[in-house]
């Protein structure tokens, strides 16, 4: 199993950026989908995008057009660019691994990090 460590959340003002990071333990990293997710107080979990072994990419609708995921198999890390960011980003946001094809379902993902706060302020 991978573990996984978020980091790069903040405050921000509405328009500006933030870029986090998952970065993963386990020497099979560049073998798993790593998925990125976020949860606003009172909301269910939401689906932001996920990356494959073979760097295949899906956003949800929330983040098509303004965030980025890319990942670094040498780094053993998973980025999420984020930006235009508005104060409906603000949210915990989870990054998930899983073996195997892209999915957006939380409950397919088996390994996940403690979770990052983004606020974002109007």
């Known amino acids: 199993q991978v573990q996984l460590v978020e980091s790069g959340g903040g405050l921000v003002q509405a328009g500006g950026s933030l870029r986090l990071s998952c970065a993963a333990s386990?020497?099979?990293?560049?073998?798993?989908?790593i998925g990125w997710f976020r949860q606003a107080p009172g909301k269910e979990r939401e689906f932001v995008g996920a990356?494959?072994?073979?760097?295949?990419?899906f956003y949800g609708g929330s983040a098509k057009g303004r965030f980025t995921i890319s990942r670094d198999n040498a780094k053993n890390t998973v980025y999420l660019q984020m930006n235009s960011l508005k104060p409906d980003d603000t949210a915990v946001y989870y990054c998930?691994?899983?073996?195997?094809?892209?999915?957006?379902?939380?409950?397919?993902?088996?390994?996940w990090g403690q979770g990052t706060q983004v606020t974002v302020s109007s």
């Open positions: 998930a691994a899983r073996g195997g094809y892209l999915a957006l379902g939380s409950d397919q993902y088996d390994s």
């Open positions: 990356v494959n072994w073979a760097n295949n990419i």
């Open positions: 386990g020497r099979t990293f560049s073998s798993y989908t």
